[in-house]
């Protein structure tokens, strides 16, 4: 029975698949898959922190005058209500 579906769809189909040149790429990409994943996670990382230590990924602060216009905006808007303590639940 495996001889007739590897006849029909190659070798593909197998858990182990014999180590061929045709066969080449099955065994090597999972692995070439996971060194490129923890290289990005690497780069991504680094990137991460060579900003933070330049101050990049500080949040954003408002000026006094927006602050300002934010609190006016705020107090006039009808829909914007002072949230109120909720007490959780168990």
Request: charged share 25%; aromatic share 8%.
């Amino acid at each position: 029975m495996i001889d007739f579906l590897v006849a029909r769809y190659g070798e593909f189909v197998l858990l182990k698949p014999r180590f061929t040149p045709h066969t080449l790429l099955l065994w090597l990409l999972p692995p070439l898959a996971l060194a490129g994943g923890g290289l990005a996670l690497w780069s991504y990382a680094r990137r991460r922190a060579r900003s933070a230590a330049q101050g990049k990924d500080a949040p954003l602060k408002l000026s006094a005058e927006e602050e300002a216009r934010l609190t006016r905006l705020l107090a006039t808007d009808p829909s914007v209500r002072p949230r109120e303590p909720r007490l959780l639940s168990n």
